[in-house]
């Protein structure tokens, strides 16, 4: 069975500072990694999606990278501002277009 | 706009009521799933839906039902025999290759208190 694990729980960093978040995973066999973005109260937004057979996504300041063999996956996040503080989540894609998440990173930028 | 829109936005069920979750989605997508989120927990899944009129148990499917009579709805009710129920519930949907790399959205939630 999967299983994702996020480290650390929770992250407070001054504005401006770049940050990674850590994503682990006990089974390689995924078909993609994907991260969200959940503020307070309301559902998911998909930041970046890394199929297996990548090694990383960019978008804007973020970039994620994969690296099956080690089960393990990162979220750079570059100048962090204010507004990126949320609740970030990895999450792998398995057989049966499921999904297996881990319980988040709650990352707080403070001006 | 495009999305998916999940009503409502909170509930209240007294014990030993069934309540239904409404989800539809405008995005055209074959699949769509119900997740279970406990507050500092990840997302559980508890139905998922390929195709119209045919579903698969999750994760966590016990007191819970679903149907899927069009494309572009998927209810989930939430039975008496849920003795837990008080979570916040996400519907989601993507396209049916998902498992070769599309993107899954997400709805706004909706959460289900006991009284």
């Known amino acids: 069975k999967q299983e994702v694990t996020q480290i650390p729980a929770a992250l407070s960093v001054p504005e401006g500072e770049n940050l990674v978040l850590n994503c682990s995973f006990t089974d390689s066999a995924i078909y993609n990694l994907q991260w969200f973005r959940q503020d307070p109260g309301k559902g998911l937004t998909s930041l970046l999606l890394?199929?297996?057979?990548?090694r990383e996504q960019t978008s804007g300041r973020l970039n994620a990278s994969l690296d099956k063999s080690s089960g393990r996956s990162t979220l750079y996040i570059a100048a962090s501002q204010p507004g990126d503080s949320a609740t970030y989540l990895c999450a792998c894609g398995g057989s049966n277009y499921k999904l297996t998440f881990g319980k988040g990173t709650l990352l707080t930028v403070n001006p | 706009d495009g999305g998916i829109t999940q009503s409502p936005k909170y509930l209240f069920r007294k014990e030993g009521q069934n309540v239904t979750l409404s989800c539809e989605q405008n995005l055209n997508h074959d699949a769509m799933y119900w997740y279970r989120q406990d507050p500092g927990q990840g997302l559980r899944l508890i139905y998922y839906s390929q195709i119209v009129n045919d579903f698969q148990k999750g994760d966590i499917a016990e007191g819970y039902s679903v149907s899927r009579e069009k494309k572009e709805s998927f209810p989930l009710t939430v039975t008496s025999a849920q003795k837990n129920p008080t979570a916040f519930y996400l519907c989601?949907?993507?396209?049916?290759?998902?498992?070769?790399?599309?993107?899954?959205?997400f709805g706004e939630g909706s959460w289900l208190t006991v009284v």
């Open positions: 989601a949907s993507s396209s049916i290759q998902m498992g070769s790399g599309n993107t899954i959205y």
């Open positions: 890394i199929q297996s057979s990548q």
